[in-house]
């Protein structure tokens, strides 16, 4: 089965910038599109990232998406790390055969 | 506003059933895509089941194929996942999402928490 894998943590402190991977098992990550949720401790996931690197309305340009064919992998960026950042963070796209797949999440720390 | 507002978990019995409930209102339902995603405690999201706007393309994970049915009433703006011989793995709070034609930016509700025990 297709799976993607993250990192299970990083840690910053504010004003800095982390990086968050997402390596997809086989094939090319860059197939289907990608999208990003953030889920803060006892809250419903939102959506920071779809379709590679949009923003949906409402969510800061220091959140960023982009593709790395090479290393079959997608990256969420966020810049200017604020406390309200900490969260856990899941990226989702498809398989072959069209079913979700879902990250195995990394929970983001900011120091 | 896109709200979806999820209703009727609760505690089962191994190899019971549950009907859950997803209410829309805030967007044109009857256009959307909608999901069900699962997380279970402690643990990471898992799709579920997912249905395009008029219910002609339903997908469902391989762990809930042939136990699970996902359902839309576009008339009532609800969407539903009917869940038979459940299993104790099946614990879990249950999100409903969706997200408009042609766009993949998913919305999501609050959660209803499914717990299967004895």
């Known amino acids: 089965n297709f799976m993607l894998t993250q990192p299970h943590s990083v840690s910053e402190s504010p004003g800095k910038t982390v990086t968050i991977s997402c390596t997809g098992s086989r094939g090319s990550i860059a197939s289907n599109y990608v999208q990003w949720y953030q889920q803060r401790p006892g809250s419903a996931p939102t959506t920071v990232i779809y379709?590679?690197?949009?923003?949906p309305s409402g969510v800061p340009d220091r959140f960023s998406g982009s593709i790395d064919s090479s290393s079959n992998s997608a990256t969420l960026t966020i810049s200017g790390l604020k406390t309200e950042d900490e969260a856990d963070y899941y990226c989702?796209?498809?398989?072959?055969?069209?079913?979700?797949?879902f990250g195995t999440g990394t929970k983001v720390t900011v120091l | 506003e896109v709200q979806l507002v999820e209703s009727g978990g609760g505690s089962v019995q191994p190899g019971g059933s549950l009907k859950i409930s997803c209410a829309g209102t805030?967007?044109?339902?009857?256009?959307?895509?909608m999901y069900w995603v699962r997380q279970a405690p402690g643990k990471g999201l898992a799709g579920v089941a997912r249905m395009n706007s008029d219910g002609s393309s339903r997908s469902y994970a391989d762990s809930v194929k042939g136990r699970f049915t996902i359902s839309r009433d576009n008339a009532k703006n609800t969407l539903y996942l009917q869940m038979n011989s459940l299993r104790a793995e099946d614990t879990a709070v249950y999100f409903c999402a969706s997200h408009p034609p042609g766009q993949l930016v998913l919305y999501w509700g609050q959660g209803t928490l499914v717990t299967v025990s004895s």
């Open positions: 379709e590679d690197y949009l923003r």
């Open positions: 805030g967007f044109n339902f009857s256009s959307y895509w």
């Open positions: 989702q796209t498809y398989d072959s055969n069209n079913h979700d797949v």
